[in-house]
């Protein structure tokens, strides 16, 4: 008789956003006439840029010829697409990352749930509380965590609780810990850290042996000149953090694939007997034992991010989204509501009116506004009483969104 992996068994039930899109498709079945304003899943709306899109068309002519056709590339990425990457994003900010060092793939959400097989399952796992879904539930997927309880939270893992009363900015664990994940700017709450605030956990790790996985997946939203953009701004992290970097909302990349994970080749961790062994060995095993890379028009496309033009162009896109943020964050402000993020982060973040959970106002927003938000319970226990809204949208959506949304609540 085959078993099965019990672990699964132990996820709270959908994962968050089909659970959403399920609740909403239902609404919408029974309302056809309803004008329903997705603000939910943080899936881009606008299209590629031109730069992006004239690279990938030139590749894929490439692709009709013989002399210029392409089959397997390397799993790692293609040293065009590396090279790029390290110079542009990390680099050019002092912090020092080589083209070798960076791992192209087709997503930050499938890389930090698959960095866990370089990982022994006796770690002991912190996660902010809200947190980006996917952290959690691939650990429990991994059999690292017990049953969840009433509320949500999982037997065996640390949950570091942010919220209005801390200014969503975690206390270091009061015990130990091995692997840490950080999701900086922030997901869900659209708050960003510090340079004193990054160095204070680099510290921790190296003081106690342990790991960061940093998720910088929304990097180019930051404006502030102040916040660093990758933790190996901060010295010394390149010993203990792993970054993760996405195409998918900078560039517009959601349907089209392609992100990257840096591991330094500095980063170890011990055998049981003691022994070092270079992290970055068992990722590139995994790499090209699990993964075909991604495909080269793709790789030509992200590789257009970095020209002048590219550069321009999505700098123009992220400041259309940021746009959208402010609107979002003043027109509930002007309504009364307490809001968080927004600024360098394309998801606002805010305090539920009255005395609504999260999901009641989720419902009473659909119900009655025909908005689509993120329940913030979704993301964590300590979520309950917030509610997320994304900046990814048309102009015209949002605006009419904000009116909507204030008509609601006045
Ligand atoms: C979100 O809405 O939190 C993100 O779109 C999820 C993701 O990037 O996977």
């Known amino acids: 008789m085959v078993s099965l992996n019990e672990n699964f068994l132990k996820l709270k039930a959908g994962y968050l956003f089909p659970e959403i899109g399920r609740r909403v498709s239902t609404f919408a079945k029974e309302n056809p006439s309803a004008k329903i304003i997705r603000l939910g899943i943080g899936d881009v ?11 990938m068309h030139a590749a894929t002519d490439e692709m009709a010829s013989r002399e210029t056709f392409r089959g397997y590339g390397p799993e790692q990425g293609y040293d065009f697409l ?105 997901n869900p709450t659209g708050v960003v ?26 990097e180019a939203f930051i404006t502030d000149p102040k916040i660093p953009h990758s933790i190996y701004e901060i010295p010394g992290a390149r010993d203990v953090a792993i970054e993760f970097r996405s195409f998918s909302k900078n560039a517009g990349f959601t349907g089209t694939r392609c992100a990257y994970t840096v591991v330094p080749k500095t980063l170890q961790a ?9 992290l970055h060995q068992l990722w590139n095993r995994r790499h090209c034992t699990k993964f075909n890379g991604v495909s080269y028009i793709i790789q030509r496309g992200a590789e257009a991010v970095y020209s002048p033009e590219g550069q321009q162009q999505i700098g123009e896109l992220v400041s259309f989204y940021l746009e959208n943020a402010r609107l979002i964050r003043e027109g509930l402000q002007a309504a009364g509501i307490s809001v968080y993020g ?31 938000g993120t329940p913030g319970s979704g993301f964590g226990a300590s979520g309950e009483g917030y509610f997320r809204l994304s900046a990814f949208n048309s102009r015209a959506n949002i605006e009419e969104a904000v009116r909507r949304f204030q008509k609601l609540v006045s």
């Open 45 to 55: 709306t606008e299209p590629l840029p031109p730069a992006i899109i004239a690279a």
């Open 82 to 186: 590396r090279e790029k990457i390290a110079q542009h994003d990390f680099q050019s900010r002092n912090a020092e990352v080589s083209a070798g060092e960076i791992f192209v793939s087709d997503g930050s959400k499938c890389d930090t749930g698959n960095i866990l097989d370089i990982f022994g399952h006796d770690n002991r796992i912190a996660v902010l509380d809200p947190v980006y879904p996917v952290y959690v539930d691939t650990n429990v997927m991994a059999g690292h965590t017990g049953s969840a309880d009433s509320e949500g939270r999982y037997q065996g893992l640390v949950y570091l609780p942010v919220t209005a009363e801390n200014n969503f900015i975690p206390e270091l664990p009061d015990e130990p810990v091995d692997l840490i994940y950080l999701c900086y700017p922030n």
């Open 193 to 218: 850290a510090s340079r004193e605030v990054l160095t204070k956990w680099v510290n921790y790790a190296r003081e106690n042996q342990a790991i960061i996985l940093f998720d910088a997946a929304y």
């Open 270 to 278: 011990k055998t049981r007997s003691g022994k070092d062994v270079s």
């Open 342 to 372: 927004g600024v360098n982060a394309p998801y606002v973040w805010l305090k539920t009116p009255g005395t609504y959970t999260s999901w009641e106002f989720f419902d009473e927003l659909l119900a009655k506004a025909h908005l689509v």
